[in-house]
Structure formats: C-alpha cells, structure tokens
C-alpha cells in the first residue's frame, strides 16, 4: 500500500478514486502512564509515558485508515493527514484520513 502526504505518487497514475478512508483512536493513559506523566509535570522534563501513548494511538488510527482503505479495494493512499483533539479530559481523540485510490504504474 503506497501512503503519502502528497496528492500524486511519482511513477504512478490514479486511474480510480474509492473516496475518503479514515482511521480513529481515542485512547486515554493508563494507570502507569498517568502516575509517570503526573510526576514528570510537577518536575518538568519529556513526558515519554504520554509520548508512547500518543505514538500508539496515532498508530492504531493509521492501521485503521489502511484497512478502510483496503476494505474499498485501494492500493494507495493520498493526500493523508493527522489531527487530534482532547474529546473529555485526559482522553485524546486521534483521526487518519486520506482519499483512497487505485493506482497503475505509468
């Protein structure tokens, strides 16, 4: 499955467009994250407990967005963007989207 950021994929021509894919995660820390990531706020420093949350979930929605994409018989995706936002307090809210398409080399 080629991903990319961009709308076009060197080599390759979009022959067909399946539509939006998305992937969406809303994790919140676990116990242990918490306890870290409320000690390292109170002492500063990088919160790797959040970080590893964050990469998780951010990864999870990606593995989502490609299994929609797949789903639709795609096999590229383009223009693929992040976002997240805090849903309720300590719970983050992670979205992929990108438009799946299908791809022939040129």
Request: hydrophobic share 40%; aromatic share 6%; charged share 20%.
């Amino acid at each position: 499955m080629h991903v990319t950021t961009t709308f076009t994929i060197d080599g390759h021509r979009i022959v067909e467009h399946k539509g939006l894919v998305r992937g969406i995660i809303v994790r919140a820390p676990t116990i242990s994250q918490g306890f870290v990531g409320g000690l390292k706020q109170i002492v500063g420093g990088k919160i790797g407990a959040y970080t590893q949350m964050c990469e998780q979930a951010r990864q999870q929605a990606y593995d989502q967005m490609i299994q929609h994409a797949l789903d639709l018989g795609a096999n590229a995706i383009v223009g693929v963007r992040y976002d997240a936002s805090e849903v309720v307090e300590r719970a983050t809210e992670v979205l992929c989207y990108g438009t799946a398409v299908l791809i022939v080399p040129e």
